[in-house]
Nanobody
Framework: QVQLVESGGGLVQPGGSLRLSCAGS????????MTWYRQAPGKDREWVAA???????HYADSVMCRFTISRDNAKKTVYLQMNSLKPKDTSVYYC?????????WGQGTQVTVSS
């Protein structure tokens, strides 16, 4: 079955960096777009970035030029490099894959940006 497992979250000071990972299994990883979302307390889940099976990437305006999505198809892993972090980036971060018209989500990883 499809599984997604995120890791790499934690507490970081404003201006710092973190790299999130999402390992996929149970599907042909290279054939699917992978997407990162985030959800802050009391707010709707927000789309952050996406990478298709090739080299195309897309970003929300709020993270453009600070976050970088990448993928290693051999390792079946998608990454989110987050630089210049701000307190408003504090959220639970999730990765998602859509397969056969169904969305699969990981369990999420908490990112807290605070001094």
């Amino acid at each position: 079955q499809v599984q997604l497992v995120e890791s790499g979250g934690g507490l970081v000071q404003p201006g710092g960096s973190l790299r999130l990972s999402c390992a996929g299994s149970g599907f042909t990883f290279s054939g699917y777009s992978m997407t990162w979302y985030r959800q802050a307390p009391g707010k709707d889940r927000e789309w952050v970035a996406a990478a298709n099976g090739g080299r195309n990437t897309h970003y929300a305006d709020s993270v453009m030029c600070r976050f970088t999505i990448s993928r290693d198809n051999a390792k079946k892993t998608v990454y989110l490099q987050m630089n210049s972090l701000k307190p408003k980036d504090t959220s639970v971060y999730y990765c998602k894959v859509r397969r056969l018209e169904y969305d699969y989500w990981g369990q999420g990883t908490q990112v807290t940006v605070s001094s």
